[in-house]
């Protein structure tokens, strides 16, 4: 596999050091105008990139928030398979347009969710499938973390409304999307309350998210986000009250069960930890399955609909 990595910041890096894992993948360009050149493989610009009309199995899109809808389309015009980190888009029309454009190009377009290969949202889904919970009643889902000073730095796109899209968009998503991947409803908003506490000096969004959802199902869902925890990050939970069981997950990596209990599960689950590059290179190599034509779990964009549409509910 030949890969290309759009974007050599954090991100950018995050995903060349897991390739860098896989066996027979070769990373055949790097596309920054901000890195130093580093051999051939470096270009200075995504139009450098298209005149060189590189054979490229994929194009990893790791570039600022706001550009990823804008340099996905241009890479699927150019017939380019693409691998969009989060936030892919913005807005549903958004992702109809690079559907689209991917139909008439005939190229594939995957989502970095990673975090649908952890081993909490196996266990979870499987737990769901399975019916053991029975009717799912209630579902809290909180986050709270630390982003300050040393994240919205002065002069950069993190934090800016226009072009960071919020906390939903780039520290959450992945933690509403476990409500789509695994419970598979369709929830509207309720309630909402987006305010900022303590940034509100260094960024142009919220820092703090209170939502209410509800389910076609009738499940009703409490959430509690928040980037403005002093110091460092707390928590990250879930509780799940439901007809045949209560289910609490937390933990420093939210992978511990410290509640349990379920009829007919007389012993305590447990949930192997995997960390996020494990869950990333699982994710890489269910795309590789993909790209080669056999049977795989890869994530494509009609995969993260729910989470679109969710989110634009949210912050329209």
């Not at 194009?59 to 693409?82: C, D, M, R, S, W």
């Not at 986000?225 to 707390?234: A, R, Y």
Request: net charge negative; proline share 2%.
């Amino acid at each position: 596999m030949n890969i290309s990595i759009l974007g050599t910041g954090f991100m950018g890096k995050k995903h060349k050091a897991i390739l860098e894992q896989i066996s027979n993948v070769r990373i055949n360009a790097e596309i920054d105008s901000h890195s130093e050149p580093n051999s051939d493989i470096h270009f200075h610009s995504l139009e450098h990139f298209l005149e060189e009309k590189l054979e490229t199995d994929l194009v990893v899109v790791a570039t600022p928030n706001y550009l990823h809808f804008q340099h996905t389309k241009i890479l699927l015009e150019n017939g380019y398979n693409v691998l969009i980190e989060k936030p892919f888009v913005f807005n549903l029309e958004q992702a109809h347009v690079l559907r689209e454009t991917a139909l008439q190009n005939d190229c594939r377009v995957f989502l970095v969710m990673q975090n649908r290969f952890s081993s909490v949202t196996l266990f979870l889904s499987e737990l769901v499938e399975s019916k053991k919970l029975g009717k799912i009643y209630n579902i809290q889902l909180n986050a709270f973390w630390n982003r300050g000073e040393q994240y919205y730095i002065k002069d950069s796109w993190k934090g800016k409304k226009n072009m960071d899209g919020g906390i939903l968009y780039t520290q959450f998503s992945h933690l509403l999307d476990l409500l789509c991947c695994v419970f598979k409803d369709d929830f509207a908003v309720l309630f909402r309350d987006l305010t900022s506490f303590r940034n509100f000096n260094i960024s142009e969004i919220e820092d703090t998210a209170l939502l209410v959802l509800q389910g076609k199902t009738g499940t009703k869902v409490s959430v509690n986000f928040t980037t403005s925890v002093f110091e460092k990050n707390q928590e990250t939970s879930l509780n799940i009250i439901a007809e045949k069981g209560t289910l609490k997950i937390s933990g420093q990596y939210f992978n511990e069960i410290t509640f349990q209990h379920i009829a007919d599960c007389p012993e305590k689950f447990e949930i192997p930890s995997t960390s996020n590059e494990e869950n990333l290179k699982e994710m890489y190599l269910e795309i590789f399955k993909s790209l080669r034509g056999e049977k795989n779990n890869a994530i494509l964009l009609k995969d993260g609909l729910c989470l679109v549409d969710l989110l634009e509910k949210i912050y329209s």
